[in-house]
């Protein structure tokens, strides 16, 4: 169909002894930038091949059901067989960001959180385990988490591991459920967090009567260390 991208670097292959693998001397070769591939077989007179593409990580063949295209071929024949397929990764994006005012949104000055590991929370237990994939925060407070979702959507729990001193502001609970299907990007599922650590706020001025209190005409004061 229109806007359907051609798949580059997939391999192709003759499947002589029907078990549906690659095996040691099956011919096969890889598809080229345009997706074409051109795969030589046997000179065997009548014979009957069954061309597959083999598995590759990420994508699902559609086309044709059940994964193969089976000919009976005789020597110089020509014969076609196209392969569609769907990727089984989507995306989930957003940024994560220091909510100053814990007010759940990010208002202009409050700054990103660089280097803050997103995680799916495959199994719910809200722990990044080893197998759960994961993306961390760059520069700018952004990620870009890859789920791999099958040929349907998928839900999944999308968490931030929460660094010490700071609580979960935006979303409620700390956790984006996300349903996401292959070859999708599902954006803006950011995450806020405030300080836990106390701080005290104030104003220095020149006290140019010395009253103690802050009179008109008193400036404030700058680069002083407190």
Partial sequence: NAGEAALAGSVLS???DGDGALDQGEPSVGSSADGSYQLVLPTLAASTYTIRQVERA???VTTPAGGGVSFTVTSG?????NFANRSTVGTVSGVVFQDGNADGTQDSGE???ASWRVFADLDEDGVHDSDEPFAITSAAGIY??????GITARTVPVRSVVQDGWQATLPAGGVQPVTVAGGQVVANKNFGYSSTRPFVTGTLWN?????GLRGAGEV???SCTV
């Fill in 220 to 222: 404030p004061l700058s």
């Fill in 58 to 60: 990420g994508w699902s």
């Fill in 111 to 113: 700054i990103p959180l």
């Fill in 144 to 149: 870009a988490l890859p789920v791999t979702t």
């Fill in 77 to 81: 024949g020509r014969y076609t067989a």
């Fill in 207 to 211: 006290d140019t009567d010395a009253s």
């Fill in 14 to 16: 003759a499947d002589l």
